[in-house]
């Protein structure tokens, strides 16, 4: 069975400070894996996916995430936050697909505040 | 191009009740799945639908049904709903929803259902 863990419920960090969520996975099989993030009353965005092509993977807004096998993470960092980076992120993982919605599984997701 | 189409947005119901939520994905689309938002379990995966067969199903009783139509738009009902269905309902889709090159999924608004 396949499971994500998402360390701290809530991250804040300054306005042009790194930021990096933190996303460690469970999957009896090679994973696909995926950072979404959700602004308020909408729906989910999908920032990067991992599909085993490279461990370092470059998504929109000037994120990126690792896939570390050994440490089996997948944190997602961004070199200088921008106030419009306040939102919720998800990690998600999928043992049967390679970026379709069918039966992925999220983590509690990780609420990121940008002080200014 | 438009979007994931989830209607209606809100929604208020009384106990025992039953609901209908209703998804157009995007054009082309043939892969819709369902996920359920609540601040206690999160983003929790109910069904996915393709070519109008549940192709997938996550761990909810069966008041919680769905279908797909020929047009690949999507619905979904709950049937006597408790308090606990209070929740924010996503629809996703995708051209695919499997493999490896599949594409990715993209997530409408969202239908915020309340029961009373």
């Known amino acids: 069975a396949q499971s994500v863990t998402q360390l701290g419920s809530h991250v804040s960090v300054s306005e042009g400070a790194l930021v990096l969520l933190r996303c460690n996975y469970s999957s009896s099989v090679p994973p696909y894996l995926f950072w979404y993030v959700q602004y308020p009353n909408q729906g989910l965005q999908l920032l990067l996916k991992y599909t085993s092509a490279a461990t370092l993977v470059k998504g929109i807004n000037g994120f990126e995430a690792e896939f570390k096998k050994s440490e089996t993470s997948f944190h997602l960092t961004k070199p200088s936050a921008h106030m419009s980076d306040a939102a919720e992120y998800f990690c998600a993982v999928s043992e049967g697909s390679g970026g379709g919605a069918d039966g992925l599984t999220f983590g509690k997701g990780t609420h990121l505040i940008i002080q200014p | 191009k438009a979007g994931v189409t989830q209607t209606p947005r809100y929604l208020i119901k009384t106990r025992g009740q039953q609901v209908t939520l209703s998804c157009s994905p995007i054009s082309g689309h043939r892969s819709v799945s369902w996920y359920q938002q609540t601040p206690g379990q999160g983003l929790q995966f109910l069904f996915e639908y393709f070519s109008e067969t549940q192709r997938n199903k996550g761990n909810f009783p069966g008041r919680f049904s769905g279908r797909q139509f020929s047009n690949s738009r999507s619905e979904m009902n709950v049937s006597t709903l408790e308090l606990g269905d209070s929740a924010l309902y996503l629809c996703?889709?995708?051209?695919?929803?499997?493999?490896?090159?599949?594409?990715?999924?993209?997530f409408g608004q969202g239908t915020r259902l309340t029961v009373v």
């Open positions: 996703a889709s995708s051209l695919e929803g499997r493999g490896r090159f599949s594409t990715e999924a993209f």
